[in-house]
Every structure is written in structure tokens, then in C-alpha cells.
């Protein structure tokens, strides 16, 4: 029980949030090809009536690709799940020196990072998934997207992330407020 002169700590703290975003992505690649097609075509069509099909045919198309999206609710990571994330692949890969890439902790570390920072995923419809993610499941996810798409994912939560550190850093300084 609490009164005017006592909290609880973690209910408290538990209570606050670090920043949140979401991303779209489109996973359907066919109907993309067919409207740079589409718009090639119109690019060189003379006959008005032609052009008007084929952008009837466009905005057919990029209503498909539309409804093809997901939507990523995304969090930033705190800092300290961030270096234990470090941690295990030193573990595993050995330290990184400045300048070298390892190939495969850095898909491990994508990977991880943004499964820690999915929320949940919506489709077009508004259902929800929320499954946990984890590495394994992110990976198979960025082998199944679109190029592009999964990096608009990956960016996003280190963009996400580094926000989070920025607070971080931000409220430490006396002159924050």
C-alpha cells in the first residue's frame, strides 16, 4: 500500500517508454515489376486513350501492392540489452576491431536488433501478429522480404535505438531541464 509519501520504483518506471515508431513495408515484388512496366510504356504511348488504360492499370496495380503491406510497430532498445547483445556475439564471434566485418555476427546482430525492438506487426486488414521474434525468425523474414524492405526495418530500429541512447545521455546532464 501506498500513500502521498511513498511509490513504488518499478511500477513507475515500467510506466515510461522509449521511442516508438512504425514502418511499412511491401512484399508484393510482382505487381511492382509490372507497374515500372506500365509506366515505361505510358512514358512513350501517344495515343491518349492507350495512356489512360495502362494508368487505369497502374493505379489497379499499385492498389494490390498496397494491400501487400506490413506495418512494423517498433521500440527502441535500452542500452544495456543492446551491450549484452554485444556481449554474446564477442562471445561467440570473438571482439571486433576497428575497420573488420564479420559477415555473420553482423546479420546476427541486425538480426537480433530488430526482433528486440518488433512490437507487433499488422497486416493491410488491421489483424495483429505478435508473435516474440528472435534472430532465427528475423533472419528468415529478411531472406523472405523484398530487397529493400528489410532494411527499411533495420534502419529504423537503429535509428530508434540510438534515440533511445540519446535520452540516455540527454537526461545525465544537469541542464536537461
Known amino acids: 500500500m501506498t500513500d502521498a509519501t511513498t511509490f513504488d520504483i518499478f511500477a513507475f518506471v515500467e510506466g515510461q ?4 515508431d512504425t514502418v511499412r513495408v511491401y512484399t508484393d515484388q510482382k505487381s511492382v ?10 512514358a512513350v ?12 492499370e497502374v493505379e489497379a496495380l499499385t492498389e494490390k501492392v498496397r494491400e501487400s503491406s506490413l506495418v512494423f510497430s517498433l521500440r527502441g532498445i535500452p542500452t544495456p540489452v543492446l551491450l549484452d547483445v554485444e556481449k554474446r556475439l564477442d562471445a561467440k564471434y570473438g571482439e571486433q576491431g576497428e575497420g573488420e566485418v564479420n559477415r555473420e555476427r553482423h ?31 528475423m533472419q528468415k523474414l529478411f531472406e523472405t522480404l523484398p530487397n529493400g524492405q528489410g532494411a527499411k526495418l533495420i534502419d529504423a530500429a537503429i535509428e530508434l535505438t540510438l534515440r533511445a541512447g540519446t535520452f540516455e545521455i540527454y537526461t545525465v546532464t544537469p541542464d536537461f531541464l
Open 107 to 137: 546479420i546476427n546482430r541486425m538480426s537480433e536488433l530488430v526482433a528486440l525492438s518488433i512490437l507487433h506487426v499488422e497486416n493491410n486488414d488491421g489483424a495483429k501478429d505478435t508473435r516474440q521474434w528472435d534472430k532465427d525468425t
Open 17 to 20: 517508454g522509449y521511442p516508438e
Open 45 to 56: 504511348e501517344l495515343d491518349q486513350d492507350r495512356v489512360d488504360e495502362l494508368a487505369s
Open 33 to 42: 515489376y509490372e507497374i515500372d512496366k506500365l509506366e515505361a510504356a505510358i
